[in-house]
């Protein structure tokens, strides 16, 4: 339960939660005169900072799912990790120790469960660290699909998780894999998302090619068609004015993958595992394993997520991940959890 607040402490925490992030930290609840709570925002939500003096006149409750400490320990060891300025004999060895210490931050929640949290806290994590997209294309991603763009906020976080944990280390590449993330489905975005299409993009990441066949029974063809060639259709013009990207063509080819399953059953190649990148297997996989409603955190989801993730013992799971993801995962987990690891501070890897 959150805890009682004073109007001030309120006032102070309701500002502190606009500025911290742009996406909410908490569940803010207006608390009616007759007892009635109403939800004003969830932890994950955007947070629109002009709401916050409507707040602050109402008699709130805000529950907080995240410790800005282990968040902040993050945003500093990836300011680092940008900065890379190891001016020393031993370069590489220090790169690899920041490199771990990255990797520690993430296996404590969200593999080991030494420590516990929420998965939001990767969400404002990585928001921290990479999302460059400009307020007039945040607006116009919301207004397009409020939905879409929560989901997409956790897609891109675990996308560049997962991507550091196999060996993609380039900062820039990795900041351009988050943010182009949120313009991977603009062209559905354009065609506005209704809930007949929303209905298909969740039959299709559960059961593959069924999500079209959903929309040919809907007599949905041009529906159908922009689903097949959607990515075909994203190009630099179209985002050129929200996110200025250096690695777009690269990105651009890894996503028109997201739809194909490891199995071969999705579309629009119909590829199998064999015949896809590490960073192909991810984009599938995390299409895969995030649906498109009921999309909301809890307090302890993100303790030993990735580990969950790739234990899951069903179909839907062996149709988006292949053994060498999950090997790769595991062997490096095993290092960084294992005896001979040793935490080195910041302070001591450019000492």
């Given at each position: 339960?959150?805890?009682?607040?004073?109007?001030?402490?309120?006032?102070?925490?309701?500002?502190?939660?606009?500025?911290?992030?742009?996406?909410?930290?908490?569940?803010?609840?207006?608390?009616?005169?007759?007892?009635?709570?109403?939800?004003?925002?969830?932890?994950?939500?955007?947070?629109?900072?002009?709401?916050?003096?409507?707040?602050?006149?109402?008699?709130?409750?805000?529950?907080?799912?995240?410790s800005e400490e282990r968040i902040l320990e993050f945003v500093s060891l990836?300011?680092?990790?940008?900065?890379?300025?190891?001016?020393?004999?031993?370069?590489?060895?220090?790169?690899?120790?920041?490199?771990?210490?990255?990797?520690?931050?993430?296996?404590?929640?969200?593999?080991?469960?030494?420590?516990?949290?929420?998965?939001?806290?990767?969400?404002?994590?990585?928001?921290?660290?990479?999302?460059?997209?400009?307020?007039?294309?945040?607006?116009?991603?919301?207004?397009?699909?409020?939905?879409?763009?929560?989901?997409?906020?956790?897609?891109s976080s675990l996308m560049v998780c997962l991507a550091f944990i196999v060996?993609?280390?380039?900062?820039?590449?990795?900041?351009?894999?988050?943010?182009?993330?949120?313009?991977?489905?603009?062209?559905?975005?354009?065609?506005?998302?209704?809930?007949?299409?929303?209905?298909?993009?969740?039959?299709?990441?559960?059961?593959?090619?069924?999500?079209?066949?959903?929309?040919?029974?809907?007599?949905?063809?041009?529906?159908?068609?922009?689903?097949?060639?959607?990515?075909?259709?994203?190009?630099?013009?179209?985002?050129?004015?929200?996110?200025?990207?250096?690695?777009?063509?690269?990105?651009?080819?890894?996503?028109?993958?997201?739809?194909?399953?490891?199995?071969?059953?999705?579309?629009?190649?119909?590829?199998?595992?064999?015949?896809?990148?590490?960073?192909?297997?991810?984009?599938?996989?995390?299409?895969?394993?995030?649906?498109?409603?009921?999309?909301?955190?809890?307090?302890?989801?993100?303790?030993?997520?990735?580990?969950?993730?790739?234990?899951?013992?069903?179909?839907?799971?062996?149709?988006?991940?292949?053994?060498?993801?999950?090997?790769?995962?595991?062997?490096?987990?095993?290092?960084?959890?294992?005896?001979?690891?040793?935490?080195?501070?910041?302070?001591?890897?450019?000492?």
């Amino acid at each position: 339960m959150p805890n009682p607040l004073s109007l001030f402490d309120i006032n102070e925490e309701l500002t502190e939660c606009s500025t911290f992030s742009r996406f909410s930290q908490a569940d803010i609840v207006w608390v009616k005169r007759s007892g009635k709570k109403v939800a004003l925002i969830k932890a994950g939500d955007y947070f629109f900072a002009d709401r916050i003096e409507t707040y602050k006149k109402l008699n709130v409750e805000i529950d907080s799912y995240v410790s800005e400490e282990r968040i902040l320990e993050f945003v500093s060891l990836m300011e680092a990790y940008k900065s890379s300025e190891f001016l020393l004999a031993d370069k590489e060895k220090r790169k690899e120790e920041l490199d771990n210490n990255i990797l520690n931050w993430l296996a404590r929640v969200f593999w080991t469960g030494s420590e516990e949290g929420s998965l939001v806290e990767l969400v404002i994590a990585l928001e921290k660290v990479f999302f460059s997209i400009s307020d007039d294309g945040v607006e116009y991603l919301i207004n397009k699909s409020e939905l879409l763009f929560k989901r997409n906020s956790k897609y891109s976080s675990l996308m560049v998780c997962l991507a550091f944990i196999v060996g993609y280390r380039d900062y820039e590449f990795l900041k351009d894999l988050y943010n182009l993330t949120y313009f991977m489905d603009i062209d559905l975005l354009e065609r506005n998302l209704d809930s007949i299409i929303v209905q298909g993009l969740e039959e299709e990441r559960v059961y593959g090619k069924r999500g079209l066949k959903l929309l040919e029974s809907k007599n949905m063809k041009k529906d159908k068609e922009a689903l097949l060639t959607h990515i075909a259709l994203l190009t630099r013009e179209k985002i050129d004015s929200f996110y200025q990207s250096r690695y777009f063509d690269e990105i651009k080819n890894v996503f028109s993958f997201h739809h194909e399953k490891i199995s071969g059953d999705g579309f629009p190649k119909g590829m199998n595992g064999h015949e896809l990148s590490d960073l192909e297997v991810i984009v599938i996989f995390i299409n895969g394993i995030l649906p498109f409603k009921d999309f909301s955190y809890e307090k302890r989801d993100g303790r030993e997520y990735f580990k969950f993730i790739f234990n899951m013992d069903d179909e839907r799971k062996h149709s988006v991940v292949n053994h060498r993801l999950e090997e790769i995962v595991y062997g490096v987990f095993k290092v960084i959890v294992g005896k001979d690891f040793q935490y080195k501070s910041l302070e001591s890897l450019f000492r």
